[in-house]
């Protein structure tokens, strides 16, 4: 099981350039979020989906963008980084229901740098 | 808004002996769910244990234990027999069924350090 796949793992970014970190679950999860981690804070909730076509704003979504076109696959697009968005980024999945055990399954994460 | 407190930045402990790292939340919900998860070095996000507000019984995986204390929103985590491999930032989260999303609140964090 490829479990949460998120691409690319470390990524450099000049300030004012824009990229797209992907994310995909193979898992059929109708739940996809994006956190960030900064250091002594702990993760943050940056957008969130319950489902393909249903996105929303959590804590910390300005200068980001989200779609979700798929089950499988939530993007998040940063529009001009700021090195304030230097950060570590996890996307997460989940369902709900019998034999969730309300899991959230996290990606490997992915190291963003703006200079 | 609901808030998680971890307010132990950084804990040590010898090797085999054991340590417990405090968490409480803040909630006006009565039905919700409180998660440790386990960060080492290679960032990947594990979960310890987790623990429904309706149960009474305090949940127990292997090492792992937690004292929930509901009336007092408190839900620490207590390792024993400390393994070196149980170094790590330990992250306490908790999440209310009632939100849209299963969206996770996330405490601070703490480090772990073991000494051998």
């Known amino acids: 099981n490829a479990g949460v796949t998120q691409t690319p793992k470390f990524q450099v970014l000049k300030t004012g350039q824009s990229m797209t970190l992907q994310c995909a679950q193979d898992?059929?999860?109708?739940?996809m979020s994006w956190y960030r981690q900064d250091p002594g804070m702990g993760l943050r909730l940056i957008h969130y989906s319950v489902g393909a076509g249903i996105t929303d704003q959590g804590e910390v979504p300005n200068g980001y963008n989200v779609s979700r076109s798929t089950t499988e696959d939530f993007p998040l697009r940063l529009l001009s980084a700021a090195p304030s968005q230097t950060s570590v980024y996890f996307c997460?999945?989940?369902?709900?229901?019998?034999?969730?055990?309300?899991?959230?399954?996290f990606g490997e994460g992915s190291w963003l740098t703006v200079v | 808004a609901q808030t998680v407190t971890q307010s132990q930045p950084e804990m040590s402990v010898q090797e085999a002996e054991t340590v417990t790292l405090s968490c409480t939340y803040d909630?006006?919900?009565?039905?919700?769910?409180l998660f440790w998860y386990k960060q080492p070095p290679s960032r990947q996000m594990i979960l310890v244990i987790r623990q429904e507000a309706y149960k009474q019984q305090n949940a127990t995986e292997n090492r792992f234990s937690v004292n929930f204390q509901k009336a007092a929103k408190s839900f620490s985590l207590k390792i024993s027999d400390s393994q070196l491999g149980d170094a790590a930032m330990y992250f306490c989260a908790y999440r209310a069924p009632s939100e849209y999303g299963n969206k996770l609140v996330f405490g601070a964090g703490t480090i772990l350090r073991v000494k051998s």
């Open positions: 997460a999945s989940s369902y709900t229901g019998e034999g969730s055990g309300n899991t959230i399954y």
């Open positions: 898992m059929n999860h109708e739940y």
């Open positions: 909630t006006s919900e009565s039905d919700y769910y």
